[in-house]
């Protein structure tokens, strides 16, 4: 939710789409990503992650201070991002 504005910024998972996206991330995990992945490749596409979370650093900033209702910095024309750090306890459902 946007904290300025109270608009709605995301859709809110029911149980059942958690469920269904836990059990495509265990599918997945015993099929490809955990059996026929090798490191190297691991790597690789966290790498092409990092990268594209740092080609995006300015929208997903943006986004995370509305989300939370903190300011972005600029410093040294890199974006900083104020964030809050929620630790779960038990199950966590994020997309």
Known sequence: ???FTSSILHYKASPKDIDIAVA???QAFKT???KNVTGFERSRLINKLADL???H???LA???SLNN???TIEVDNKTKLAFTRH???GVCGQM
């Open 1 to 3: 939710m946007d904290s």
């Open 24 to 26: 495509a991330a265990r």
């Open 32 to 34: 490809s990503w955990g």
């Open 53 to 55: 979370i740092e080609d």
């Open 57 to 59: 650093a300015q929208e």
């Open 62 to 64: 943006e986004l995370e």
């Open 69 to 71: 209702g903190k300011p």
């Open 87 to 89: 630790d779960p306890i």
